[in-house]
């Protein structure tokens, strides 16, 4: 039987036609049309103004810092238990992770820990982190009022890291929408892919247009190369761009498939003794990215899935426990811990079949 991956990418005829478009255009290198039409069309979807794509989520998370003005020695809270590319865009400006706890309702950053240190600082009369990242992780957005309102009350911008939410909602508005700047990922394990690439959104056109020019070398209009700024080379090119077209397309079919595949791991499985899941926050519509279960013991649950050539992963590593991060700042960190102890992520892929999932669910409970 073929190897069952975690999320591969899933593209079909339409990526093909767009691709071959762009192709054949000549518009290879590097901008062209497919950008303007993606950014235009992304930004619609996700109900915001402007959109620039870039070559990855991780460079957008750089810009957005840059953008606002985090530079050394600043503070910026970051929830623990999420991907490293979350804090490592921290360290690029020179500014510190200070790593804040999940809550157990979403996995998210808990908003009663961002308050306890933003009314801390404010206390003590510590200056208030430059920024805040919040993380929809796995597909299902955090809390986004409370921690909006704690982070308006002490004068936090903040960015929202939705590069595994593509297509949630809270309370009826889409994942990234709720930063000052938000970025996605088209990484190609994510719900939409272009093998490599992300997205800067944000609801201010000149925020975005230099966000375009930041990530072109910061070029200025001249006929000779003329910078009086540092740049970046982070834009998407026109090839991927038409990739992520097709891809955005499809975006409605491939979640309603992972919803249905997370319904299907959750019929299957969540009766029995052990196992539990990520829970659905009720404020939300997750795309369940990812499925994520909880089990005593998810190493051999991984090792013999991994036997019958099925890959699961376990749930993201807090950054508090990461040698890198070693020494910052952590408020909390029991409830992140305890995630990565028992959590481990199934196979969730939108091309995934009815068989494929029972041979994981199979899998699974044979494991136990
Ligand atoms: C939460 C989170 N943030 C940021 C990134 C970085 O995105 P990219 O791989 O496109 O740089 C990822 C995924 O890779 C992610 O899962």
């Not at 039987?1 to 691709?19: K, T």
């Not at 319904?263 to 829970?279: H, N």
């Not at 993201?316 to 952590?330: R, S, T």
Request: charged share 20%; net charge negative; glycine share 10%.
């Amino acid at each position: 039987m073929p190897r069952l991956f975690l999320s591969p990418p899933d593209v079909g005829p339409r990526e093909r036609e767009l691709l071959l478009d762009a192709f054949d255009s000549n518009w290879i290198a590097p901008l062209g049309p497919h950008v303007d039409a993606f950014e235009r069309e992304f930004a619609g979807f996700v109900g915001a103004g402007h959109a620039a794509a870039l070559s990855s989520g991780t460079a957008a998370l750089h810009l957005a810092l840059v953008l606002l003005g985090v530079g050394p020695g600043d503070d910026v809270l970051v929830p623990s238990l999420t991907f490293a590319a979350t804090a490592f865009a921290v360290t690029y400006v020179g500014a510190r992770p200070v790593f804040v706890d999940s809550e157990r309702a979403t996995w998210n950053l808990d908003p009663e820990l961002v308050e306890e240190e933003l009314a801390a600082r404010a206390r003590t009369g510590r200056d208030q982190p430059a920024a805040l990242i919040g993380v929809d992780l796995y597909g299902q957005c955090a809390s986004w009022d409370p921690i909006l309102a704690s982070c308006a009350a002490h004068g936090v911008p903040v960015i929202e890291d939705a590069a595994e939410a593509l297509g949630a909602t809270y309370r009826g508005r889409a994942a990234g929408s709720f930063g000052a700047l938000n970025v996605f990922s088209f990484n190609g394990n994510k719900i939409i892919t272009t093998s490599g690439g992300g997205m800067l959104v944000g609801n201010d056109p000149a925020v975005i247009e230099r966000a375009r020019h930041l990530s072109t070398q910061a070029r200025d209009p001249a006929p000779h190369y003329e910078h009086t700024e540092i740049g970046f080379n982070y834009r998407m090119s026109n090839l991927l761009a038409a990739l992520g077209r097709g891809q955005l397309e499809g975006l409605p079919a491939k979640v309603a498939r992972r919803r249905a595949i997370n319904a299907a791991y959750r019929a299957a499985l969540a009766e029995v003794d052990g196992i539990g899941f990520l829970p659905d926050a009720p404020d939300g519509e997750p795309t369940n990215w990812l499925t994520v279960i909880t089990v005593d013991d998810p190493t051999t649950v991984r090792e013999h899935l991994e036997a019958l050539d099925i890959e699961a992963r376990p749930a993201w590593k807090p950054m508090h426990l990461q040698p890198v991060f070693a020494g910052c700042e952590m408020r909390g960190g029991a409830v992140a811990e305890e995630i990565f102890r028992t959590g481990l992520c199934l196979p969730s892929g939108s091309a995934m079949t009815d068989a494929d999932i029972a041979r994981v669910v199979d899998g699974v409970l044979a494991a136990r």
